[in-house]
């Protein structure tokens, strides 16, 4: 971690400003940056959140169907394929875990997990099984998946998958 790095820039007159004297160093890829302005009024502040380009992308496979099958019924099992690469640096062991979205009565799995990323080549891809229990509500169910670099420097992205749970009996 860097020591903070103090500017002082003036704006224009509807608050724009820019300046060139910092500049992101190789080994700070994918950091994630603090933007803190304080204005010449007491009290005046404001923060902005940045990062270099992300080192990691998590997606659905655009290839394939997304859920399958979809919609799935309570008491039913869906798979997602789950595309994950690297845009920058070398290659990584990444670990995939589902954030939010769960559904009560819903079990998840990836496989393979942890993913071996290739630097610089095409993404590697795991499959997402959501497994659900009769009990599960219908519904439309957004999923956060997050894959999280191994070791330093550490790096994370998420994804979403949309699980659409059903009713599928027409009797």
Do not use: C
């Not at 608050?15 to 992101?24: L, Q």
Request: overall charge negative; hydrophobic content about 45%.
């Amino acid at each position: 971690m860097h020591p903070p790095v103090v500017l002082e820039v003036l704006t224009d007159e509807i608050g724009n400003f820019s300046d060139a004297r910092f500049v992101i160093a190789d080994d700070d890829s994918s950091t994630r940056f603090t933007l803190a302005a304080t204005g010449r009024t007491p009290g005046v502040t404001a923060e902005a959140y940045f990062a270099d380009a992300p080192l990691i992308v998590v997606t659905l496979d655009p290839l394939l169907p997304g859920q399958v099958p979809n919609p799935m019924k309570p008491g039913g099992t869906a798979t997602f394929s789950i595309r994950v690469e690297v845009k920058t640096g070398s290659a990584f062991w990444a670990n995939l875990s589902i954030r939010s979205g769960l559904p009560a009565g819903a079990s998840a799995s990836l496989s393979p997990n942890p993913v071996y990323v290739p630097g610089n080549q095409p993404a590697v891809s795991s499959t997402l099984t959501i497994a659900t229990s009769v009990a599960t509500p219908l519904g439309d169910w957004p999923l956060t998946i997050r894959a999280e670099k191994v070791g330093a420097p550490s790096d994370w992205a998420e994804g979403i998958a949309v699980l659409e749970v059903r009713n599928l009996d027409f009797r």
